[in-house]
């Protein structure tokens, strides 16, 4: 098991701010836990007794709608936290975390998180950063909804998933998103994405192998978004 101290996901998230005693408290009493892909880290309405530190995958967060389909809210890679604010706020899970590929996560503690957080203003802080940018992401997406088209916010997914995931040598987007999932985040019908993604395909704008999407023309991407 990584120690914290050594852990370079770690820079990647508030636990930066701790200094290396109070790492390797947390990395005492933290537990590995592995994933396989479509597994429910956590549910919606779920009391949290810890939070989750992404080592290696991606996870997704997902919200329940009206009619019965979930809707992805955010996509968390390497040294991203889940469960947060749940366990700072003391509620029940608002969204379900799902493991979109194979995924590990360290599991830490509840009582060491706010230890940390009473004890160390850095930590603190960081931690409310992190809050307050989740909450503007938030505001983002509900005027992205409100006011762009299902062809512009598509735009931005792919472009997002390639500046922040990535991509492979043959430049396709490292991380491998179905056509329902893209659906998901956009907040659409399956058969509207496939056919926009289609329309792309045709323009030139991006190539896909199977599941597999290659941009092809960035600039010509950004102009529609």
């Known amino acids: ?6 852990c370079i996901s770690r820079q990647l998230n508030s636990m930066k701010t701790l200094t290396t005693e109070e790492l390797r408290q947390v990395s005492a009493c933290k537990s590995t836990r592995f994933y396989k892909k479509g597994d429910v880290i ?5 009391s949290l007794n810890g939070i989750f530190c992404v080592r290696s995958g991606v996870a997704k967060l997902t919200k329940l709608s009206a009619n019965g389909k979930d809707h992805t809210v955010k996509l968390l890679g390497k040294g991203e936290l889940l469960g947060q604010r749940s366990v700072i706020s003391d509620e029940r899970t608002n969204l379900s975390a799902v493991a979109i590929n194979d995924i590990e996560l360290c599991y830490v503690p509840k ?20 809050l307050a940018t989740d909450l503007r992401g938030a505001e983002d997406d509900l005027i992205n909804m409100a006011q762009k088209s299902v062809k512009q916010r598509l735009t931005e997914v792919l472009i997002y998933v390639q500046n922040t995931f990535g991509h492979d040598s043959e430049g396709y987007l490292s991380l491998v998103l179905s056509r329902e ?7 659409t019908a399956t058969e ?18 199977g599941k597999q999407i290659k941009i092809e023309n ?7 978004g």
């Open 1 to 6: 098991m990584s120690k914290c101290e050594q």
């Open 42 to 46: 956590f549910d919606e309405g779920e």
């Open 111 to 130: 009582d060491q998180l706010l230890t940390h957080i009473q004890g160390n203003n850095a930590f603190s802080l960081d931690i409310l950063r992190n």
């Open 181 to 187: 999932e893209y659906a998901s985040i956009v907040g």
């Open 192 to 209: 509207s994405a496939i056919r926009i993604l289609s329309q792309f395909k045709k323009d030139g704008l991006i190539s896909t192998t």
């Open 218 to 224: 960035l600039e010509g991407l950004k102009r529609i």
